[in-house]
Structures are given as structure tokens and as C-alpha cells.
């Protein structure tokens, strides 16, 4: 990785940590002859004068320093997929799969960063497109999932799949994940997907509560083309990428997804591999 001299930030500024580990942030940037860039929510939670939008922000740093949880991490890499942008995720109490760093390794880690001697995970994402009567309605790139599923009163949904134009089944479900090897530890493990390792090339197609009990989860290569067709109407089912972008589907629509050309780059730390992550957020091992 190149030498880092401009750092973007982006914080949950809900977290009242947040303020502190950014002015201390803000001072390491100083003695080091940094620029920091924060996106406009942050910048207000500071008092600075100004911040960038943060859909911009992965075009103007040479790292994304992301302060928060997943889902704050998540918010910034549907941008910085685009291009390339190496973010460094600090987690500030949740669960945090992909915002891994305590606050205490946030400053070794910037240091490496100075002299370009980080390591990076690369990580897949998939391009999802929406249809609706054969006219492209969304297009996104996303991190973890694709969720489709009812509202809290709807019936059971019937889902049409099909793999590379080959018709799969036709899930009766709650719903339907379609996740990435990241986000296969997300809302598909709850709902009894596998865990995937980070640098398999594939797709794991998760229904939620299938009335049918022989549906299980389903792995595929990312080679592939998903096709899932909503076939069910006058329901109330929605449609929700990585948990931050939804809104409601109609009967007949379309879903199309295969992996995408972007990729988020992952600061990835020395010192643990992915099962030292396992064991510690699953609490395997432990009685």
C-alpha cells in the first residue's frame, strides 16, 4: 500500500467516544503532518467549518478511517468500493466483524499507514440490479447482503430463482439473503447460513424461515447470475441492501445479482488471522 498523507473520517456520532478518539485523531494528524479530511456529519460533531459529503470522500484520502460499527462502515463502502480505497474500521462496542481495531490499536496501526507497511483484505462485492416491467428501477454495489423480506403481518412469500437463466426453485419463505463471504457472518448466519471465508469466491443464498424444511442455504460460485422473482401480490415485501438502502417491491419484480468489479479494501491486522476473530466475536470455546 501507498504512503498515507491524507486520511478521510467518518464517525457514528451517536457515540459520545466518538468526539474523543477524533480530536485525538485530529492531534496525531498534527504532530505527523497529516491531513484530515472528515465527511460532513463528523465535521459537525467537531465544530469544524466544513466537511466533505461521504460519498465523496474515498476520491480525495489515501485511507478511511471509519470510527463506529459496521453499519457505519458499511455506509462508506458503497463509495469507497468505486475506488479502492483502503478503510480502517475502529469499533466502539458492538459486535464489529468488519470494524475490528479497539481504539488502542487505531494509532499503531496510522503509523504503519505513514510508511505505506499496512496489509490489506480484499474483499468481493455484488452489483444488484432492480427491475420492474423490464425497466432498470436501482443499481447498487454492496458489501455484505441483499435481504428481501415481509412485513411483520404479511403471509408467506414465494420467491422464483434461477441460477444462469437455469430455474432453481421457488422458495416459500419470510424471505431471502443473498450475501457475500463478508456478509455471510451478518444477518444469513442468524438465519442459519455458514460462515464463508473472506476470499472464497462465492455466493451463499440463505431463505428465511422456509416452510419448506428440505430449502436450505445454498452456495454458489460468483461466477454466476442470480435471478430472484418476487411472485407474490398484495403483500407488503421489501427489499434492503447491506441494511442501509430499502424500499418496497411489487409483485413481478426483479432482482439480478452478480458480483461486482469493486472491491473494499479491509486494513487487516498483524497480529490475528479470521478464526482469532471467530473465536473472539462468536465466543466459540466458550460455556
Known sequence: MKKVRKIGVVVKTKKRESREVILQLLDYARKNGLIVIPEAATARMIGARRGMAREKLAEKVDLIVVIGGDGTLLSVARSAGKKGTPILGVNLGGLGFLTEFSTDELFKYLDRAVV?????????????????????????????????????????????????????????????????????????????GPIIFPS??????????????????????????????????????????DGQVGFPMKASDIIKVVRSRNIINLVRPCERNYFDLLRRKLKWGER
Open 200 to 241: 472464497m469466491n462465492a455466493f451463499v443464498i440463505t431463505p428465511i424461515c422456509p416452510h419448506t424444511l428440505t430449502n436450505r442455504p445454498l452456495v454458489v460460485s460468483d461466477e454466476v447470475e442470480i435471478k430472484i422473482t418476487l411472485l407474490t401480490s398484495d403483500e407488503d415485501v421489501y427489499v434492503t441492501l
Open 116 to 192: 505505506g507497511s499496512i496489509a490489506l483484505d480484499k474483499r468481493m462485492m455484488l452489483k444488484v440490479d432492480i427491475l420492474r416491467k423490464k425497466r432498470k428501477i436501482g443499481s447498487y454495489s454492496i458489501l455484505n447482503d441483499i435481504v428481501i423480506n415481509k412485513a411483520a403481518l404479511a403471509r408467506i412469500i414465494d420467491l422464483s430463482i434461477e441460477i444462469d437463466g437455469y430455474y432453481v426453485t421457488t422458495y416459500k419463505a419470510d424471505g431471502l439473503i443473498v450475501s457475500t463471504p463478508t456478509g455471510s457472518t451478518a444477518y444469513s448466519l442468524s438465519a442459519g
